[in-house]
T-cell receptor, first 114, second 116 residues
Framework: DGGITQSPKYLFRKEGQNVTLSCEQN?????MYWYRQDPGQGLRLIYY???????QKGDIAEGYSVSREKKESFPLTVTSAQKNPTAFYLC?????????????FGPGTRLTVL | AQKVTQAQTEISVVEKEDVTLDCVYE???????LFWYKQPPSGELVFLIR??????QNEISGRYSWNFQKSTSSFNFTITASQVVDSAVYFC?????????????FGKGITLSVRP
């Protein structure tokens, strides 16, 4: 089945550690996105990528890093520089780089910093 | 800058009631797109509908209907004869054409609880 997978579903991290969240899609989509969701808040864009080996910062990129070495994969690293990393992280993809394009989302990863 | 306001934060209804979720947006563009997503307790956002700014026709899909009114910058979502499975958080989102990117601005979401 085509879709977006994120792993792990739950992730626990100690303060000061970097952690990488996985996002894979087999929809043959060009664009991929990372969002952060906090309780009672909408989604905020962290990073997005339109093509392989290229990505742009979103609204809240500080403390995060990404890579796009393959079309299917867009991993997100939460670094120790991120002051408040506990949140729900959602990955999305879309087939075309236009405003009309519909983004489809993965199941999310819930990160908790202990 | 674009903005999406979902003034209702939580709504609770009894099964079979109709419920309307409000969405008001702000944009300077004449061409834009509006979306509704559903987020069930599992967490994944499920796409429900996309509407472009030139199409003001209302849309109906089963028990779901959407009312788009440019004059009031609103894109409201109605669930008819609600069911317990409709319990979720519902997000309205806006995408502008400016630039080459499909960047969505989300509202804060409305938590809908449907009681049996």
């Amino acid at each position: 089945d085509g879709g977006i997978t994120q792993s792990p579903k739950y992730l626990f991290r100690k303060e000061g550690q970097n952690v990488t969240l996985s996002c894979e899609q087999n929809l043959n989509h060009d664009a991929m996105y990372w969002y952060r969701q906090d309780p009672g808040q909408g989604l905020r864009l962290i990073y997005y990528s339109q093509i392989v080996n290229d990505f742009q910062k979103g609204d809240i990129a500080e403390g995060y890093s990404v890579s796009r070495e393959k079309k299917e994969s867009f991993p997100l690293t939460v670094t120790s520089a991120q002051k408040n990393p506990t949140a729900f992280y959602l990955c999305a993809s879309s087939s075309w780089r236009g405003a009309s394009d519909t983004q489809y989302f993965g199941p999310g990863t819930r990160l908790t910093v202990l | 800058a674009q903005k999406v306001t979902q003034a209702q934060t939580e709504i609770s209804v009894v099964e079979k009631e109709d419920v309307t979720l409000d969405c008001v947006y702000e944009t300077r563009d004449t061409t834009y797109y509006l979306f509704w997503y559903k987020q069930p307790p599992s967490g994944e956002l499920v796409f429900l509908i996309r509407r472009n700014s030139f199409d003001e026709q209302n849309e109906i899909s089963g028990r779901y209907s959407w009312n788009f009114q440019k004059s009031t910058s609103s894109f409201n979502f109605t669930i008819t004869a609600s069911q317990v499975v409709d319990s979720a958080v519902y997000f309205c989102a806006l995408s502008e054409v400016s630039g080459a990117n499909s960047k969505l601005t989300f509202g804060k979401g409305i938590t809908l609880s449907v009681r049996p």
